[in-house]
């Protein structure tokens, strides 16, 4: 059964450094999708890309965060300068024609 | 603020038995409704997904729709220790046509079935 695959599953990164969080979404899908989960907390949106473009963001995704589709089958969430504050659970996900999203399992980063 | 609120727990139940999980939201105009299990430490899995009122059938899952009510809710029959688990519900509350699927979630419901 197809699935979403993340890598790396723990990134560990220093205050102030950029990290890039990696995604392979379901073959045959077209809307892509970051969400976070601080430990404890909701799981809130952070974007969406469908046809190449952002499609919409939330205000957690400020001029620090990026989104790539680089070569048709990755997608990547980039932090340019990582906060204590960014440490989450980061998940993707992809959805095709029909409303579901099917999540990967996600990249632990913690921000020391 | 578009919300969903789901009772946080934990709700403990006798193996076999029915569990019960609810789930409310604010947006009068959403139009997706889906319920993930998850199991700590791991990602989200959707289990179910409802569009229109009234009830949806899937094995053991049993999701339920009141628009009306703004009202989502989630049974559970014959509960197992492997259904231990947060579940939460999500929301896709854009009715503008112009969705592309965000998720807004409840903050999950811990349930714990015991043996």
């Known amino acids: 059964e197809p699935e979403v695959t993340q890598t790396p599953s723990h990134q560990v990164t220093q205050m102030g450094q950029e990290v890039i969080l990696r995604c392979v979404p379901i073959s045959n899908h077209l809307y892509f999708y970051w969400y976070r989960q601080i430990l404890g907390q909701k799981v809130e949106f952070l974007v969406s890309?469908?046809?190449?473009?952002?499609?919409?963001k939330s205000e957690i995704f400020d001029d620090q965060f990026s989104v790539e589709r680089p070569d048709g089958s990755n997608f990547t969430l980039k932090i340019r300068s990582t906060k204590l504050e960014d440490s989450a659970m980061y998940f993707c996900a992809s959805r095709g024609t029909l409303a579901e999203q099917y999540f990967g399992p996600g990249t632990r980063l913690t921000v020391t | 603020q578009k919300e969903v609120e789901q009772n946080s727990g934990p709700l403990s139940v006798p193996e076999g038995a029915i569990a019960s999980l609810n789930c409310t939201y604010s947006d009068r105009g959403s139009q997706s409704f889906f319920w993930y299990r998850q199991y700590s430490g791991k990602s989200p899995e959707l289990i179910m997904s409802i569009y229109s009122n009234g009830d949806k059938e899937d094995g053991r899952f049993t999701a339920q729709l009141n628009k009306a009510s703004q009202y989502v809710s989630l049974l559970i029959r014959d509960s197992q220790p492997s259904d231990s688990a947060t579940y939460l519900c999500a929301v896709n509350m854009d009715a503008g046509g112009t969705s592309y699927g965000k998720l807004t979630f409840g903050q999950g419901t811990i349930l714990t079935v015991h043996p």
């Open positions: 890309f469908y046809n190449n473009e952002i499609s919409e």
